[in-house]
């Protein structure tokens, strides 16, 4: 289930690297994690994304058709409110069950910490120390 770097490996060690002072630079962190289902959470979130301004493109669209006067008034509102509650309502609620996967978990060595990266709202890798 979960990866390791291979702490106790004698091979990693090996392989890190120090900078002229003696340090471990930060480019040789250890991934420690990679989620299984990073990609999947991202093409969900990319999906969601995508239909809702599918849904934003469509709203000009609905209104031409309110204020032409030709098509029943409920119906086009109720067709508008629909679209519309799904298009903000989706990406939030795919967020809410998605916003604590963590998609890699990085070991800095220097600081003894760990660095789990998540995906935001928009799309965007974020950073939790």
Do not use: W
């Amino acid at each position: 289930m979960f990866q390791t770097s291979g702490r106790d490996n004698p091979a990693a060690h090996e392989e890190e690297e120090e900078n002229p002072d003696g340090q471990v630079t930060p480019e040789h962190d250890a991934e420690i994690y990679r989620g299984i289902l990073s990609t999947q959470v991202r093409l969900v979130k990319a999906f969601s994304l995508s239909t809702s301004l599918i849904g934003l493109a469509c709203q000009p669209v609905l209104y031409h058709h309110l204020q032409s006067g030709q098509h029943n008034v409920a119906i086009v509102l109720g067709t508008g409110a629909f679209l519309s509650f799904f298009t903000f309502v989706t990406p939030l609620l795919v967020h809410f069950v998605s916003k604590k996967y963590v998609t890699e978990m990085y070991y800095d060595k220097m600081t003894d910490t760990y660095t789990a990266i998540t995906y935001s709202l928009l799309l965007r890798k974020k950073q939790v120390c």
